[in-house]
């Protein structure tokens, strides 16, 4: 199964933006589905993640702000990202577990400035 992003782009603080992580084959085939992100010179830090039974979990530098949900019948994994800062600015990933190695997707750019 492959993952591939889509709906990065250049946004003023306060905006918003949605994410979309489509999968090739069905998303039940991960455990869990996780955004992470990678800001220039830094590591890639989990941003958010949702398991198949739709638990869900977040950074504290984005509770309140970024939601994150699946649709199953699309095989599509969002995230929903509102008052967007501009230290959000980063590289975003889409990753699917199995419990052995994780599939990731190529990544999307999202850029805060005004």
């Known amino acids: 199964v492959q993952l591939v992003e889509s709906g990065g782009g250049l946004v003023q603080p306060g905006g918003s933006l949605r994410l979309s992580c489509a999968a090739s084959g069905s998303i039940f085939s991960f455990n869990t589905m996780s955004w992470y992100r990678q800001a220039p010179g830094k590591g890639r830090e989990l941003v958010a993640a949702i398991t198949r039974g739709g638990m869900t979990n977040y950074a504290d530098s984005v509770k309140g ?31 699917g577990d199995t419990g052995r190695l994780p599939t990731w997707g190529q990544g999307t750019q999202v850029t805060v400035s005004s």
């Open 65 to 95: 702000r970024f939601t994150i949900s699946r649709d199953n019948a699309k095989n599509t994994v969002y995230l929903q990202m509102n008052s967007l800062k501009p230290e959000d600015t980063a590289v975003y990933y889409c990753r």
